[in-house]
T-cell receptor, first 113, second 114 residues
Framework: KQEVTQIPAALSVPEGENLVLNCSFT??????LQWFRQDPGKGLTSLLL?????REQTSGRLNASLDKSSGRSTLYIAASQPGDSATYLC????????????FGGGTRVLVKP | SAVISQKPSRDICQRGTSLTIQCQVD?????MFWYRQQPGQSLTLIAT?????????ESGFVIDKFPISRPNLTFSTLTVSNMSPEDSSIYLC???????????FGEGSRLTVL
């Protein structure tokens, strides 16, 4: 059974500092990995999707890497802003599981002005 | 991306009643998913809904408690039946658009059961 773990569970940084969020998964036979952002009481916003054949994806200040063999992904957010404060979730899709996502527990980020 | 609308956005319900949550997508999709997010927790898949067939439920979720309809390729409903306070959660609808496998989510329906 696929298990997804996110460390740390919470993170507080001053504005302008770079953020590094970690995600690990136990089964390397993934189809893809997604990073999401969730604001309190809201739905999920897709940030980045990395296919199993890719090693990284970039969008603006966000960069996500994927090391499938070691079962790890890292989300980097450069020059953090107070508006980046949210919970960040990673989720993986197993090849054998269709499009069903298995989520990590999330990292709650606070960027202090 | 996809535009996914959920109704209601939030509701407060009495124990023992049932509530139906609607999910409307702006274009046709094959697969729709329903997730639950309990307070302070991550998301757990309840079921997968394909048009024209019975929903497929994950371990720990049953049709009698969470009946799902999928009458066409842009709409689905999830009913939470005979509610108890333990059903207080955010319920989210999700769809798969395109070849990439990227999933998109609605804004969620926050349910509080008293």
């Amino acid at each position: 059974k696929q298990e997804v773990t996110q460390i740390p569970a919470a993170l507080s940084v001053p504005e302008g500092e770079n953020l590094v969020l970690n995600c690990s998964f136990t089964d390397s036979a993934i189809y893809n990995l997604q990073w999401f952002r969730q604001d309190p009481g809201k739905g999920l916003t897709s940030l980045l999707l990395i296919q199993s054949s890719q090693r990284e994806q970039t969008s603006g200040r966000l960069n996500a890497s994927l090391d499938k063999s070691s079962g790890r992904s890292t989300l980097y957010i450069a020059a953090s802003q107070p508006g980046d404060s949210a919970t960040y979730l990673c989720a993986v899709t197993l090849k054998a599981a269709g499009n069903k996502l298995t989520f990590g527990g999330g990292t709650r980020v606070l960027v202090k002005p | 991306s996809a535009v996914i609308s959920q109704k209601p956005s939030r509701d407060i319900c009495q124990r023992g009643t049932s509530l139906t949550i609607q999910c409307q997508v702006d274009s046709q999709v094959t697969m729709m998913f329903w997730y639950r997010q309990q307070p302070g927790q991550s998301l757990t898949l309840i079921a997968t809904a394909n048009q024209g067939s019975e929903a497929t439920y994950e371990s720990g979720f049953v049709i009698d408690k969470f009946p799902i309809s999928r009458p066409n390729l842009t709409f689905s409903t999830l009913t939470v039946s005979n509610m108890s306070p333990e059903d207080s959660s955010i319920y989210l609808c999700s769809v798969d658009r395109g070849w990439s496998g990227e999933l998109f989510f609605g804004e969620g329906s926050r349910l509080t059961v008293l």
